[in-house]
């Protein structure tokens, strides 16, 4: 049988790209399949002295690989801890029982302003989102800013975040099971910053946090009750501005949900 040629550098980057991969992680190769072969690392001391300023499970200290069920109760429980958003941050900034945490560069938390009576909240942070360690930065956040511009909001009036706070590698859809261990991180941060009115961007987003499995052309424009834990907010799903990106004629339905949005903090 006669070899295959070896790829070119040019047939190799453009089969990297197609498979999603389009920025490099570290600046030298890591061969994760070495890695799966290697001794697990020994477990480390803990100085038992040392200050922690909130609870720190197992998971959060990187002990072990854990099981998706583990990893659900830990986040649940340490998300349960957080008295305050600087809290969580800290506390999200030091778990470790999400894989996407692994292959994001940092965690992207929120932006905007923690007292504002509006959050929106989307699915997860793209490839801009994950340099800048910012939500909605890239092209479908310059177009959420026009959204909620359109409604006399901006980020200092306004408090975006997303359901998962890794970048999922090559944006891919992040896994039933990523998404379950993080929902209690978002449910604590939407019970933190408590507004009045809760916006739901796109499918994942508005199914997720609003626990239906109907569509996001069914459910876009119908108001929810959503219970933080503490209160009943309103939630009003709409559509993801990366939806809209691609598909225009849908703006004309996104700008009735603003309207219905300003009309409610508006107190009408
Ligand atoms: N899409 C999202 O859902 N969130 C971001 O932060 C960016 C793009």
Redesign the pocket.
């Known amino acids: 049988m006669i070899p295959e040629p070896a790829p070119t550098v040019r047939e190799l980057l453009a089969f990297y790209l197609e498979a999603g991969v389009d920025c490099a992680l570290a600046e030298e190769p890591v061969d994760r399949l070495a890695e799966l072969d290697a001794p697990p690392p020994a477990p480390r001391a803990v100085p038992v002295e040392a200050p922690r300023p909130v609870a720190a499970p197992a998971v959060m200290r990187g002990e072990a690989a854990l099981a998706p069920d583990v990893a659900i109760a830990s986040a649940r429980e340490a998300a349960r801890t957080a008295p305050t958003l600087e809290a969580l941050r800290e506390l999200m900034q030091n778990f470790e029982g999400c894989a996407l945490k692994h292959t994001a560069t940092r965690l992207?938390f929120a932006d905007g302003n923690p007292q504002a009576r509006i959050m929106f909240v989307?699915?997860?942070?793209?490839r801009?989102?994950d340099i800048e360690g910012l939500?909605?930065?890239?092209r479908?956040?310059k177009l959420l800013d026009l959204m909620i511009g359109a409604i006399g909001l901006n980020r200092t009036t306004a408090y975006i975040t997303?359901v998962i706070p890794w970048r999922p590698p090559g944006n891919r859809t992040p896994t039933p099971q990523e998404t379950q261990i993080c929902l209690p991180f978002i449910q604590r941060h939407i019970e933190l910053v408590n507004p009045d009115v809760l916006v739901t961007?796109?499918n994942p987003?508005t199914q997720t946090l609003l626990s239906t499995r109907e569509g996001i052309m069914r459910t876009r424009g119908r108001w929810f009750d959503y219970d933080t834990g503490s209160r009943t907010i309103r939630a009003l799903p709409t559509f993801?501005p990366?939806y809209l990106l691609r598909s225009p004629s849908y703006k004309r339905l996104a700008w009735q949900d603003l309207r219905a949005i300003a009309k409610l903090l508006a107190g009408a």
Not at 122 to 126: M, N
Not at 135 to 138: D, E, L, R
């Open positions: 992207v989307g699915e997860a942070p793209g801009d989102e939500p909605f930065v890239g479908s956040g997303n961007l796109g987003s993801h990366a």
